[in-house]
């Protein structure tokens, strides 16, 4: 069972209509037992990463989120449930994040029109199942001011560039994130939903 994880923020209805489009049942929860019965976790986002992380700590998932990652379970972070993954971001100051990916979240050099709104072109750098079907020069649709910056450039699976190049898909053992929209990316991000439940499936 997919979860996606309820923390009170979110494109909560519109990535579970995602996975139901690319085949694949996902449920809505913020109960840590529904969260704990999980074989495949989804960590969405949508506004600033201190609000947002504020929110997940106050719902009191975040040690069931660990556990389960702990354990094995794949978790996918979706745009700033991304940017969570990693350990601290500079959005309005200085927020720790989950730890799970070493590294930081940074904002776009200045000069550049933010936030990036649109689509935008993937390049794939190695290949992963996440990324079946997945071509160098498929575009993809962005919403974000702010990019993660992985200490260990190996975790990025695809990156795109605006002004600079940045991670748009990480993965490291059983940790994903994608910092596009895949509900808003067409067949494309529907492709990526698909993967992820397959390797749900086959974990």
């Given at each position: 069972m997919i979860v996606i994880i309820d923390y009170g923020v979110g494109n909560?209805?519109?990535?579970?209509?995602?996975?139901?489009?690319?085949?694949?049942?996902?449920v809505?929860?913020?109960?840590?037992?529904?969260?704990a019965e999980a074989s495949g976790l989804v960590l969405p986002g949508v506004g600033a990463f201190g609000r947002v992380m504020a929110n997940l700590n106050a719902s009191g998932l975040v040690g069931g989120l660990l556990a389960a990652v702990g354990r094995g379970v794949p978790l996918l972070g979706i745009c700033?449930?991304?940017?969570?993954?990693f350990e601290r971001s500079e959005e309005m100051g200085n927020h720790p994040g989950l730890g799970l990916l070493d590294g930081d979240v940074v904002q776009f050099r200045s000069g550049l029109k933010v936030p990036q709104i649109g689509w935008n072109r993937l390049r794939v750098k190695r290949g992963h199942p996440l990324l079946d079907g997945i071509k160098?020069?498929?575009?993809?649709?962005?919403?974000?001011?702010?990019?993660?910056s992985p200490a260990d450039s190996a975790v990025v699976l695809a990156e795109a560039e605006y002004?600079?190049?940045?991670?748009?898909?990480?993965g490291r053992g059983n940790i994903f994130g994608i910092q596009f929209h895949p509900?808003?990316?067409?067949?494309?991000g529907l492709k990526i939903l698909a993967n992820f439940g397959r390797l749900v499936s086959c974990w």
């Open positions: 909560l209805a519109s990535v579970r209509n995602g996975f139901a489009e690319a085949g694949f049942r996902a809505v929860s913020g109960e840590r037992r529904v969260l700033v449930g991304m940017q969570m993954l160098d020069g498929d575009y993809v649709y962005f919403v974000h001011s702010y990019h993660a002004g600079v190049p940045f991670p748009a898909v990480v509900e808003k990316s067409s067949r494309l």
